[in-house]
């Protein structure tokens, strides 16, 4: 079965760091870019971050560049986002996102998805 | 950045409603539209691509059409498992921006 698992959920303080994990199965993970999506509370889906099949390739929505990093371990089939600086503002779930088609990068609806995991920034 | 719009936010509709959901491109985005299903604590699912391709396994009451600016998704008649939020997605560039959401509530 295709599947995406994120995890890493958690509370942290404002400022602080979390590392998020999405390990997938099912497919060659090796061949599709990845992305991840979060959703605040009551609110709707915004894109946060892309890395491509081979990993040679990202991307960061401008609000979170300098403070997110994500990354990619083919050989044990895990997407990673490294979060630092938290604000109260990237409180949200988290979905790790298979980009449709392999080899595509930004090129291609999403058509696999995680069931998300929670980040919550409170002091 | 292009902006997505979705109308209406929020629809109740009854069981057999034939129900339409519309999205608007801030500029010509062609055909590089999805539409995704969303339920309460779960992740989207893929419902149509390239603006009027049903994803596999998607069941045919859900249709979409449009291209440029323009852009409706169509449940022929709805069913109960159909209430959900719905959302559109521009993609094929690197500002992949979704509309805001449409509620789909029983009426």
């Known amino acids: 079965e295709v599947q995406l698992v994120e995890s890493g959920e958690g509370l942290v303080q404002p400022g602080g760091s979390l590392r998020l994990s999405c390990a997938a199965s099912g497919f060659t993970f090796s061949s599709y870019s990845m992305h991840w999506v979060r959703q605040a509370p009551g609110k709707g889906l915004e894109h946060v971050s892309a890395?491509?099949?081979?990993?040679?390739?990202?991307y960061y929505v401008d609000s979170v560049k300098g403070r997110f990093t994500i990354s990619r371990d083919n050989s044990k089939n895990t997407l990673s986002l490294q979060m630092g600086s938290l604000r109260p503002e990237d409180m949200a779930v988290y979905y790790c996102?298979?980009?449709?088609?392999?080899?595509?990068?930004?090129?291609?609806?999403?058509?696999?998805w995680g069931q998300g995991t929670m980040v919550t920034v409170s002091s | 950045d292009i902006q997505m719009t979705q109308s209406p936010s929020t629809l109740s509709a009854s069981v057999g409603d034939r129900v339409t959901i519309t999205c608007r491109a801030s500029q010509s985005i062609s055909s590089w539209l999805a539409w995704y299903q969303q339920k309460p604590g779960k992740g989207p699912n893929l419902l149509i691509y390239k603006a009027s391709s049903l994803e596999s396994g998607v069941p045919s009451r859900f249709s979409g059409s449009g291209s440029g600016t323009e852009f409706t998704l169509t449940i022929s008649s709805l069913q109960p498992d159909d209430f959900a939020t719905y959302y559109c997605?521009?993609?094929?560039?690197?500002?992949?921006?979704f509309g805001g959401g449409t509620k789909v509530e029983i009426k």
């Open positions: 890395i491509s099949y081979n990993g040679g390739s990202t």
């Open positions: 997605q521009h993609y094929n560039s690197y500002s992949l921006t």
């Open positions: 996102a298979r980009e449709a088609g392999r080899g595509s990068y930004f090129g291609n609806a999403f058509d696999i």
